[in-house]
């Protein structure tokens, strides 16, 4: 079981940028789950942004390959994600993801039922 908190969102204008956190709570080492965001605008699909696997290999929405980076403190059990060059259409709720094991990044990033545990989300804004 794992418990995931997002922290981090906000508004900022084009051009700027964020830091997402997530915290976990769990009594399993971190590196045993497979962990990404994904985000969901108003009238948008949900779409997965960028997934770290239990090997720390990473895989990224075309839309975002370049600006965001997700990063893991296995230590800490953190969850990252820094995002720069933000545009208009990054505006979402982000969430936080989580499941055990992970069979590949490229195979998850599109298929958010593919994660069991979702935070509770949290609001980027981004003005033009």
């Known amino acids: 079981y794992i418990q995931l908190v997002e922290s981090g969102g906000g508004s900022v204008r084009a051009g700027g940028s964020l830091s997402l956190s997530c915290a976990a709570s769990t009594r399993n080492n971190l590196r045993s789950y497979c962990m990404g965001w994904f985000r969901q605008a108003p009238g948008k699909e949900r779409e997965g942004v960028a997934v770290?696997?239990?090997?720390?290999?990473?895989q990224y929405a075309e839309s975002v390959k370049g600006r965001f980076t997700i990063s893991k403190d296995n230590t800490k059990k953190i969850l990252y994600l820094q995002m720069v060059s933000l545009e208009p259409d990054d505006a979402a709720v982000y969430y936080c993801?989580?499941?055990?094991?992970?069979?590949?990044?490229?195979?998850?990033?599109?298929?958010?039922?593919?994660?069991?545990?979702w935070g509770q989300g949290t609001q980027v804004t981004v003005s033009s």
């Open positions: 770290i696997d239990t090997r720390d290999n990473t």
């Open positions: 993801v989580a499941r055990w094991g992970c069979p590949s990044t490229e195979a998850v990033i599109t298929d958010g039922d593919a994660f069991g545990y």
